[in-house]
């Protein structure tokens, strides 16, 4: 399998708080990590992709000193929303793909369940 | 610059029938993948299919079925013997080449398919 969590599920937080999103690959190891955010009734709108062990490569908008990534190790990726605000409330959602060089490998992204996040 | 259009926002089947959901993209590279998505109300994205730009044969998994056009560059997805728990939102999506090292995935705005009994 290739299967992808995600913690918490849901957060409701304060304005001016942090909140820290986790994504673990749990049976795979996943080169990279890919961070996404959606609106409702929208599609994905990917904020920015990690690599392991290296500084994340942010999409054009998104500032990476307001959502801060982590990519500790192979199997796991952090995404930290600084200071949040109510427009920062959002649905975000991670996706791991596996190493190069596998036989098969396809560029697959695997999705975690995504987290909920509410800033009042 | 890729691009993935999906022209259908809502769709409706009866159950046990046969739906098509449109896909069609735009892409200059010759390496590339196409993925089909769903996305139930849970907020969940599940992998349901994949086909390579150089495959010759269009990919299936068990209801799913890739109707692969390279000349016309559609990616229609098939779901056979529709069930009611194959209503949710559905996207396309394209992973181009790499760039700067990463291999990105464009997502197409998503079609709501809704089973009937």
């Known amino acids: 399998g290739a299967v992808v969590s995600q913690h918490p599920s849901w957060v409701i937080c304060k304005s001016g708080t942090s909140v820290k999103i986790e994504c673990r690959s749990l049976d795979f190891q996943a080169t990279t990590m890919f961070w996404y955010r959606q609106f409702p009734k929208q599609s994905l709108m990917l904020m920015a992709t990690s690599n392991e062990g290296s500084k994340a490569t942010y999409e054009q908008g998104v500032e990476k000193d307001k959502f801060l990534i982590n990519h500790a190790s192979l199997t796991l990726s952090t995404l930290t929303v600084t200071s949040a605000h109510p427009e920062d409330s959002s649905f975000y959602i991670c996706s791991a793909s596996r190493l190069p060089g596998l036989a098969g490998a396809t560029g697959t992204q695997y999705f975690g369940p995504g987290t909920r996040l509410l800033v009042l | 610059a890729q691009k993935i259009t999906q022209t259908q926002p809502g769709m409706f089947v009866q159950e046990k029938e046969a739906v098509t959901l449109d896909c069609t993209y735009d892409?200059?590279?010759?390496?590339?993948?196409l993925f089909w998505y769903k996305q139930p109300s849970s907020g969940e994205m599940i992998f349901l299919i994949y086909?390579?730009?150089?495959?010759?044969q269009n990919a299936t998994e068990g209801r799913y079925s890739l109707n692969f056009q390279k000349a016309r560059k559609s990616a229609n997805l098939v779901i056979s013997a529709s069930q009611l728990g194959d209503s949710a939102m559905y996207f396309c999506?394209?992973?181009?080449?790499?760039?700067?090292?990463?291999?990105?995935?464009?997502f197409g705005t998503g079609t709501k398919l809704q089973v009937i009994p």
């Open positions: 999506a394209m992973r181009g080449p790499k760039d700067g090292g990463y291999q990105k995935v464009t």
């Open positions: 086909q390579g730009s150089y495959d010759q």
């Open positions: 892409t200059s590279d010759p390496s590339y993948g």
